[in-house]
């Protein structure tokens, strides 16, 4: 009766193939978020700062979960930045880029990719912006362009730092060359920052790469990243079908970045507050936070030394 077995085999396998799958949207209302050793619970994530206990991954956060978590819960500011007219160029493909916005716009409550706020830091004003992945693969298009200026702007006028934290996978190709034109329009602003002798950090989460890893994300006074953050420009396939190499591993996450020297820290969420704070006070010559924030151990106060230098 072997085919009978066999038959019932089949059966089950495909019953569980049509079994229903559960959609994004379920996925992202559940009270679980998977990783490594399977589900856990959201609110526990939360509790760590969205870094799992067991193999330490980063999961991608939203701007007000990253502001809540380095500058404290509602310890911040949103400043309203201006919103270009939509869909400049009547982009359509499987769906129309008006439709895209507006699915995006409902899923994140923001406007555009990127948030600015202003807020404080051991005391020091600081201008901050950050990108949300979940806002059409947090790309730049003009809008995004448009906050960022307008943060370094602030910036300029309130004479802040400006600290960025960076996502996303590059200009948002709906709107061509205008996407594209903001990667010299932000290079230009921040130019400006330099000219007032005013500290530029940049945060490099995951994944930052594209147009942004080639213009603004790279061009910070300090660098540093997140743990096994994505960060790029290419990606690792197309490269090795280009070079014809077995690339590394680790190839693009920011340990290796680091390696080379494109990273001057890798810096673990729960301590970006403690560490932007320190670098923050060198860089401004204020002392007390320094004494109190980088004297922990000798190899902590070297590094930190050596990337403000
Ligand atoms: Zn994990």
């Known amino acids: 009766m072997n ?12 019953k569980t193939f049509l079994k229903k799958r559960p959609t994004k ?4 209302n ?19 700062f969205w870094v799992c206990n067991s193999c330490g991954k980063h999961h991608r956060i939203n701007c007000k979960q990253r502001f809540d978590i380095v500058f404290g819960k509602n310890n911040y500011e949103i400043l309203q930045t201006p919103i270009p007219p939509d869909d400049p160029l009547g982009w359509k493909d499987t769906k129309s880029y008006k439709d895209r916005l507006k699915d995006a716009r409902k899923k994140t409550g923001q406007e555009c990719a990127v948030m600015i706020v202003r807020t404080k830091i051991n005391n020091i004003e600081i201008t901050a912006g950050a ?7 947090a790309s730049v298009g003009a809008a995004e ?26 200009m948002r190709m709906f709107e061509s060359l205008i996407a594209l034109s903001q990667m010299t329009r932000t290079t230009l602003a921040i130019n400006e920052l330099k000219k007032n002798n005013l500290p530029y950090l940049v945060c490099l989460t995951d994944p930052t790469a594209g147009g942004i890893t080639a213009s ?10 997140e743990p096994g953050a994505l960060v790029a420009f290419a990606g690792k396939r197309v490269i090795q079908a280009t070079v014809k190499e077995e690339l590394p591993v680790d ?41 109190s924030e980088i004297n922990e151990t000798s190899e902590d106060n070297k590094t930190l030394t050596k990337a403000a230098s």
């Open 3 to 14: 085919w009978m077995k066999k038959t019932l085999r089949i059966g089950e396998k495909i």
């Open 25 to 28: 949207a379920e996925i992202e």
């Open 30 to 48: 559940s009270d679980w978020v998977s990783c490594c050793k399977g589900p856990i619970l959201r609110t526990e994530l939360e509790d760590n």
């Open 131 to 137: 990108f949300d992945f979940a806002f059409i693969g």
């Open 145 to 170: 362009g448009e906050a960022i200026i307008y943060g370094i702007q602030h910036a300029i006028d309130n004479q802040n730092p400006f600290i960025l934290f960076t996502s996303g996978g590059g």
């Open 216 to 225: 603004f994300a790279m061009l910070g006074d300090i660098a540093f990243a």
């Open 251 to 291: 190839f693009q996450k920011s340990e290796y970045v680091e390696k080379c020297g494109f990273i001057d820290l890798i810096v673990q969420r729960k301590d970006l507050r403690k560490k932007i704070g320190a670098i923050l006070s060198i860089l401004l010559k204020k002392n007390f936070a320094v004494n």
